[in-house]
């Protein structure tokens, strides 16, 4: 790849972050290249399962990213093909005794007074909801705002509908930077020239930041889905326990698992999740499997029996205190981020497209950016 014409950013990474923000971007008029050393949906996108979901987000940033995401994603439900798969299923959330009933209902009190619909169910309310769900859940919330996508493809589609020019097979190996900062990156096969570059490399984005000087702590975190047969709709929403909640709020480094389980279009059941930071290793954890298919029988007797046809896994890129960075970083001008989603990245990746394309034209963002500040770990964030 020879050094190319300027653009007016470069976006390092194709999987549904760095999409949303090409398709966004170009929308308001950038030119826009998008960058990564693999294929489209290569990394955390394509072994997602493509959650799109507020009802496990307690009042705060996140949660204000979720809501703002859930609206684009029905406005990008009209607009980008049907293989998106896009399905507002809505989530059932089980509580197994009064106590996590109690501590469901708290948290759904301070999610409503930001604007999430949380519908308390009782035990006959979710027979209805759930036919096939195993007795014992004392009740429930349902959130009608959770959603599905088919996340390789609306990645792909995102960035079909963007325009953007794209460049598969090319690992950044340099940030280009000069006296006013940033103004390109370096491939294998050349150069891409532009004013502003953006880190939506996902897992590997310590990685991209580390390339332009500057450090973003950046972890991966392993996890696990099964895939069955495909059934008849046995289960018709998002379903989970509550303990799932605190799975996604945990620090811990060690396995943790608990159920959510979903049907799809086609038929299969899918069975997440799981959580542990063991770095890359891409090793099969048989515990992990084993932990989540009882669990998921335990939640859906009907599923015991279910054969499982595949499994799969993907790193979620975690930062420490559970918030993206979304953003420019003020010790690089010109370097933005967009990474350290966990495992929200594709439920949250249309904020983050127009979060970042409202910075790059200098427009007023719709949510304020601070909670999101790259440098947020950095002792010296002015360095």
């Known amino acids: 790849m020879p050094k ?10 194709a999987g549904v972050v760095g999409a949303a923000i090409a398709y966004y971007a170009a929308r308001s008029g ?3 290249a998008v960058v990564d050393r693999g294929p489209v949906a290569g990394g955390t996108t394509g072994a997602g399962e493509g959650n799109l979901l507020v009802s496990d987000k307690e009042a705060g940033p996140e949660l204000d990213l ?11 439900a009209a607009v980008l093909p049907q293989e998106i798969e896009y399905e507002a299923k809505g989530g059932l959330v089980v509580a197994q005794d009064e106590a996590s009933l109690g501590a469901l209902r708290d948290f759904a009190e301070g999610q409503r007074a930001v604007g999430v619909e949380a519908l308390e169910a ?12 195993a007795p014992g859940p004392v009740g429930g919330f349902l959130y009608p705002q959770d959603a599905q996508v088919q996340p390789a493809q609306a990645a792909a589609r995102l960035l079909a509908a963007s325009g953007a020019s794209v460049y598969l097979g090319e690992e950044v190996t340099g940030i280009l930077t000069g006296p006013g900062g940033v103004r390109g990156v370096r491939t294998r096969g050349g150069e891409l020239l532009a004013p502003a570059v953006v880190n939506a490399a996902g897992t590997w984005g310590g990685r991209i930041a ?20 495909p059934l008849p709709r046995v289960v018709r929403h998002k379903v989970y326990a509550a303990d799932y909640i605190a799975d996604v709020a945990s620090g811990s480094a060690a396995l943790q698992s608990s159920a959510v389980v979903e049907g799809t279009p086609a038929g299969p059941v899918l069975i997440g999740a799981t959580r542990e930071r063991v770095g890359f290793d891409r090793s099969l954890s048989v515990e992990a499997l084993r932990r989540l298919a009882a669990q ?18 993907g790193f979620r890129p975690y930062l420490p205190d559970h918030l993206p960075a979304i953003g420019p970083d003020p010790r690089v001008p010109g370097l933005l981020h967009a990474c350290g989603h966990e495992g929200a990245g594709i439920g949250l990746a249309p904020a ?19 909670p999101f500040h790259p440098a947020r770990f950095d ?3 002015a360095r």
């Open 4 to 13: 190319r014409h300027p653009l007016d950013v470069v976006i390092i990474g």
């Open 30 to 32: 950038l030119s826009v």
């Open 66 to 76: 979720a809501l703002l995401s859930a609206g684009l994603w029905r406005e990008l």
């Open 122 to 133: 009782g035990v006959r309310d979710l027979r209805e909801l759930e036919p096939h769900l």
């Open 210 to 229: 580390e390339l332009a000087g500057v450090s973003l702590p950046v972890l991966p975190r392993r996890g696990f889905v099964l895939v069955t047969e």
């Open 296 to 313: 998921a029988a335990a939640l859906f007797p009907v599923l015991a029996d279910a054969r499982i046809l595949r499994t799969y896994h």
């Open 352 to 370: 983050t497209g127009v979060l970042i394309a409202a910075t790059l034209t200098g427009a007023e963002p719709p949510l304020p950016l601070s």
């Open 379 to 381: 002792r010296d964030p």
